[in-house]
């Protein structure tokens, strides 16, 4: 049995458009609430906190819904086209709003923008392992996540080069174009996977139900598990506590405090990005060899001094490019290993429970943190923004030094494109 390379390429094009908006929305979003709406810090992270909140019924709601529905293009596709159209029109119109400086208009395109992409998410990461024999899905996310970071780093790119240094910016060229992508990226998918064919086929990979995995759902946790587990649900929510709020800001924060012109942050971000995605491999092969914990406790530490050693820049400086490569590799230490952890401590069939622990764990951090770092961002100063994220770095450093389950058992998988399998 051999992984299909070519139809996981085409099945990564929908991540890729999803990863390419939300890059866009994290990087330019800010920007127009604070350059052309005159929004505070606060009220804007409460604003960027809006799709996290959305995500946490609607992700779920729109998987289940997808996982019933029997169409003659599949069970996805009807939910990803759907939704890429929706998506696609309403975000073309965030612009328009902007260049003519229409609040009212811009919420509510924004706030139909953001439903639209909740819709067909969780069906377009589900396509998937809806179309991949079990033992070769964790190669076959290696291959989405990949092309996830592309996605991203198209967008940044593209910030970078039409972001002008001086004047009102006009987005509209920008929207439009990453709109483009996310048309013919999901054309080309429609064209060249037939899921319903595809499914057909793969139920012969299926074992029979009788054969599946036995073990109980819901079997009660020795304590000491659960008390690991609680600890790293703890961790998980404080990186991302402090993770986001530099990734949420970063476009104010290099503009207005550090002096960067137009899209220039684009570049920096680009550095992070492509660094997280080298550091996937060995990320993973360093986990197989001296644990999970360990190799997360790592990236922590890393992020903890990268993260420090920011909060002392008062303005643009080369050596924070470099910085910011020791970020996504400190970050991919940990998001590598961290959502396998959480599985690691669940009882067979309680995987999906456990993977819901998780997304809300992260998600509720991502919801909070907007707020809170754009309230010190507004009335405490723009220097915050990088101690803020070293003190919940440091709880998390703690907490999760209290883990003693969920470690890696596993020898190390032979195929180093799986060692690229973190959450999509």
Known sequence: MKLNYRRTFFIGLAFMSISAFWQLYDSIIPLILKNTFNIGDTWAGAIMAVDNVLALFMLPLFGALSDRVDTRIGKRMPFIIGGTVAAVIAMVLLPVADNVVSLPLFVIVLLFTLVSMATYRSPAVALMPDVTPKPLRSQANGIINLMGALGAIFS??????????????????????????????????????????????????????????????????????????????????????????????????????????GGGFANSLMLATVAAVVAFIPAGFLAAKIGRKKTILGGITLLVVCFAIAAAFTAYTPFLNILLIFIGFGWASINVNSYPMVVEMAKGSDVGRFTGYYYTASMSAQILTPVLSGFFLEFVGYRTLFPYSVFFMAIALLTMSQVKHGDSKADTPTSKIEMLDVDA
Request: aromatic share 16%.
């Open 156 to 261: 940044l790119a593209l910030i970078s080069i039409l972001v002008p240094h001086t004047g009102k910016p006009d987005y509209l060229p920008i929207f439009a174009t990453v709109a483009g992508l996310m048309v013919v990226a999901v054309t080309v998918l429609f064209f060249t996977i037939r899921e319903k064919n595809i499914a057909t086929e793969m139920e012969k990979y299926e074992e029979p139900e009788e054969k599946q995995d036995t073990k109980v759902a819901g079997a009660k946790m020795e304590p000491a598990v659960k008390r690991s587990f609680i600890f790293l649900l703890a961790s998980i929510f404080f990186w991302f506590f402090s993770y986001n709020a530099v990734t949420t800001a970063f476009s104010k924060y290099a503009q207005d405090f550090l002096g960067i012109p």
